[in-house]
């Protein structure tokens, strides 16, 4: 952890030329960007779900019996859970699909949702992935950092106004957070902590304080594509 630390984030003086549009942080950002991209599942990837992905809410309770105490301790392999515009009002539904604790990648997209209750997404130890665009969500819980498989996070255009729980994820390496309420990041010494994040879209939120953001900006060691675009932040000296 002491030389994940040591490694340069973006400089304070980049940082500021991004921020005014003068340049992009690392030649590869587009590229990256398109790459994190939540993909929907096509056709072909049909076989790999579980059979259960699409089926009715009403068959069977979250999860079905309790996570096995081990990972592994099932044959049952990993999945792809697609739940978007479901017209869910919470999570988990109340008969929700059978063996999701078993899902790889999550898409919530297009619901309803308006809290993630804590103790609910760290049981799904398989979890890689999830979208939760397009919900009315204020906050994340407080637990996603106990999701320690978790890689990508899609968030965007929601109520978020508080995004720290997601600098916590131990794994995470896109964070997606455009179109939300985010009015100040956390503090350094939080974002220090995101040690294998890549990539943050935070365009179109409502960030203020330029040195704050900064700081807080250039504490994350490794990364490497930022967006910023349409935060009040930008007009500032």
């Not at 999830?130 to 950092?145: E, H, I, K, M, S």
């Not at 309420?181 to 939080?190: E, K, N, Q, Y």
């Amino acid at each position: 952890r002491a030389s994940s630390r040591a490694r340069a984030g973006p400089s304070v003086a980049d940082l500021r030329r991004i921020i005014r549009g003068d340049m992009s942080l690392g030649k590869t950002t587009a590229a990256f960007s398109n790459a994190m991209k939540p993909q929907r599942p096509n056709r072909e990837r049909n076989q790999k779900r579980l059979s259960c992905s699409r089926l009715p809410l009403a068959m069977a309770r979250f999860g079905g019996d309790e996570p096995p105490s081990e990972p592994g301790g099932s044959s049952a392999p990993p999945g792809v859970f697609d739940l978007s515009d479901s017209g869910l009002i919470e999570f988990p539904a109340r008969g929700a699909v059978k063996d999701l604790r078993y899902a790889r990648e999550l898409d919530l997209q297009g619901n309803a949702l308006t809290v993630l209750p804590e103790g609910r997404l760290p049981r799904l130890e398989w979890l890689e992935s999830l979208a939760l665009t397009g919900n009315r969500l204020a906050r994340l819980p407080d637990d996603l950092a106990r999701c320690d498989r978790l890689r990508t996070i899609f968030a965007g255009a929601n109520n978020i106004v508080d995004p720290a729980p997601a600098f916590e994820v131990p794994t995470l390496l896109h964070l997606g957070l455009a179109h939300n309420r985010v009015a100040c990041l956390p503090p350094a010494d939080v974002c220090s902590g995101a040690e294998t994040l890549v990539s943050l879209d935070l365009a179109a939120n409502a960030l203020c304080g330029l040195r704050e953001t900064l700081e807080s900006l250039a504490a994350m060691p490794s990364l490497r594509a930022l967006a910023l675009r349409g935060n009040p932040l930008a007009l500032e000296p």
